[in-house]
């Protein structure tokens, strides 16, 4: 071990912090290989092939890949949204849940940002949504059970693709294979705001603890001006 982590050490590029690897670099440890790439990290144990990498988490202060697209499906049919248009020049406020109709996630978490959407709006956020690791048309059920039409947008990554993106997945087993981690995430043009994972139970994803956060956020002048529109700091001239 102490052999290759001394040889990484000599190659550029490589950062380690307390003996783990910064992002953006690589490097050899006791059980696994991690190697840095325009995706993110990716780590798997020595002898394991390359389905078993696993992405590290994406962290607050990074930019949410542009690539990759949900599904959304409404009364008039379905269609593919991609990852850019849903984030791109927006503050978006999500809810990521392990599955539809699952007990926690059917009876206190995405409800909560259903009953919340508007409180959500009234502070800045331009679109509040939902996605889970299910097809789209359980998704547009989940959705008409929630009465969360015109408040929650509800998106399927149905092959996960999204949740290994930003590296927040969870193995489920035969319950359902591979899924989304529980979280609630504040994202501003692409970039993590707020950041907030359960790995077990609901109590920092909740819809009320990301409201709070975003208040802490906003810029002052921001704040002001939902509150006061019609302030001169805060009217926009047209030439």
Known sequence: VRFWIEKIKRMAGVAFVSGIATRGSSWVGAARVCNAGSSGVVCAKRGVRNSALV?????????????????????SGQEEVSVEKVFKDKKVAVVAIPGAFTGTCYKQHAPAFVSNADAFKSQGVDEVVCISVNDPFVMYEFGKALGADGKVTMLADGDAAFAKKVGLTKETGAFGGLRSARYSMLVSNGVV?????DTGGLEKSTAEVLLEQLGESMDPLEKYCLEAPEA???RVYED
């Open 55 to 75: 992405q590290m988490a994406i962290s607050e202060g990074e930019r949410i890949p542009f690539t990759g697209s949900f599904m959304v499906r409404d009364d």
């Open 193 to 197: 705001v707020k950041l907030n994972v």
């Open 232 to 234: 001169d700091e805060c």
